[in-house]
Nanobody, 127 residues
Framework: QVQLVESGGGLVQAGGSLRLSCAAS????????MGWFRQAPGKEHEFVAS????????YYTNSVKGRFTISRDNAKNTVYLHMNTLKPDDTAVYYC????????????????????WGQGTQVTVSS
């Protein structure tokens, strides 16, 4: 069992930066692939980024490439999402997710590929 708690969201002006953190409990964090998703009002869950168990593999949705960076610190059981050059379209609730077992072998881009989810943190980008 993995419990995930996101933090770091807030209100920022367009062009600004935020760093989201996701702290995980449990001893399986280092064996879990991690992902970030977001959901804007009236829209479906959207994949943002994923990172492999050791951190060497990373994958991003096209709209955030070059602006967002996913990273992890297995010693601290924490995954991060560094967001730069934020745009109003980035406004959403951001969720981190963990993929365990065989699912951890892939850099999943679909919500169904993840087993555990945090409660989300709101990011609002004003124009």
């Amino acid at each position: 069992q993995v419990q995930l708690v996101e933090s770091g969201g807030g209100l920022v002006q367009a062009g600004g930066s935020l760093r989201l953190s996701c702290a995980a409990s449990g001893r399986t964090f280092s064996s879990s692939a991690m992902g970030w998703f977001r959901q804007a009002p009236g829209k479906e869950h959207e994949f943002v980024a994923s990172i492999s168990r050791g951190g060497g593999g990373r994958y991003y949705t096209n709209s955030v490439k070059g602006r967002f960076t996913i990273s992890r610190d297995n010693a601290k059981n924490t995954v991060y999402l560094h967001m730069n050059t934020l745009k109003p379209d980035d406004t959403a609730v951001y969720y981190c997710a963990a993929a365990a077992g065989r699912r951890a072998l892939a850099l999943g881009t679909f919500a169904r590929e993840y087993d555990y989810w945090g409660q989300g943190t709101q990011v609002t980008v004003s124009s």
